[in-house]
């Protein structure tokens, strides 16, 4: 029987990369989708041994190649971690759905959830939706090396959700995050992709040469996230603008920034944006811009166009 599941797009509203130390983040899922659909084939030398992959998700340019090594390596972590032998089984997934594959939009969590999804159905496995989240946990490892866990957790479930990874080990802290009304967001991408596991690598690195720095940042963004968070909470979007701005500026400390992402944060601020900061892995991929209306939805999208970015616009914290 074929199997067809999907996982979701996500955004990380605070706490990119320090989410990886074990600090709490906030992040939503979109309403796009990615869907995958998994049937027995024939051929048996394709992507990888033994699987063929038609892969018909929308990318932006240069993705799919900058992707190739980080998907071989999900892939084979998924099967491994569910005994699937593909010398025994061989198998052909297609991929597909409305989720344009960028850097920071959760691309490869939606790819390991969706799959995890068409995986279990096709082999009737039984897995509830925690432990589909774990399997696509285990493909997120093939993308970001040590993950968080955020991106899959919210490819996997949906919604709004504060998460902190339990560095001990599974099960993560996690609780939905309901807000008095969605956020007005106009999503702009740098056109550029980037390896997550390259850069959390990098961070990492950095941490350890400079330990004292990284105390300091940690501190801040500790007091970025609980006003962020109580902002959230009461619906007041200013405060929320203001401490994504906060938030960018220690991502931009902890050298995850571009001038790109650098050049659509000013132009977004300049049209009436309350807050615009980088999402996800950094050094390119997308930048998130808050804004209060529709009329400053349409001025930001409109003036980062201009400026030769793709932007889309969209809202957060929809039951999706
Ligand atoms: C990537 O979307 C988010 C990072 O914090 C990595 C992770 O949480 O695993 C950069």
């Known amino acids: 029987m074929a199997g067809k599941r999907i996982g979701y797009g996500k955004v990380i509203l605070f706490g990119e990369h320090f989410v990886v130390y074990g600090l709490p983040a906030i992040a939503s899922a979109i309403s796009n989708i990615t869907v995958a659909e998994v049937e027995e084939t024939q051929i048996t030398d394709e992507f990888i041994p033994g699987l063929e992959l038609i892969d018909n998700r929308p990318c932006v340019e240069g993705y799919k190649i900058k992707k190739r090594g980080e998907m071989e390596r999900s892939f084979d972590l998924m099967f491994k971690f569910l005994k699937i032998d593909l010398q ?58 040590t993950p968080s866990g955020i991106d899959n957790t919210c490819s996997t ?45 990098d961070v990492k690195a950095e941490r350890e040469k400079d330990p004292d720095k990284y105390v300091e940042i940690f501190e801040e963004y500790k007091r970025v996230y609980i006003s962020g968070l109580e ?9 929320v603008g203001k401490s994504m701005n906060k938030n960018q500026e220690l991502l931009r ?13 000013s132009i977004a601020l300049e ?22 209306d529709e009329t400053t939805q349409e001025k930001v999208t409109k003036a980062v166009s201009e400026a030769g970015f793709e932007a889309t616009k969209t809202e957060l914290g929809k039951v999706v």
């Open 271 to 292: 049209n009436g944006a309350l807050g615009a900061k980088l999402t996800g892995t950094g050094r390119g991929g997308l930048v998130i811009c808050l804004v209060p």
């Open 157 to 201: 479930y949906g919604g709004m959700l504060t998460f902190t990874k339990n560095l001990e080990g599974f099960p993560n802290k996690i609780d939905l995050l309901e807000i008095k009304e969605p956020l007005k967001i106009v999503l702009a991408s740098t056109g550029i992709t980037q390896e997550t596991k390259e850069v959390v690598a």
């Open 253 to 265: 400390q902890i050298n995850v920034s571009c001038d790109e992402i650098e050049k659509i944060v």
């Open 231 to 239: 902002a959230l909470k009461k619906g007041d979007i200013n405060k």
């Open 88 to 145: 025994k089984t061989p198998l052909k997934i297609t991929l597909s759905g409305n989720l344009k594959c960028a850097s920071g939009i959760g691309a490869s969590a939606a790819l390991t959830s969706s799959v995890a999804r068409a995986l279990n159905e096709h082999f009737s496995f039984g897995l509830n939706d925690d432990q589909i989240n774990e399997v696509s946990y285990e493909g997120e490892k093939g993308a970001a090396g």
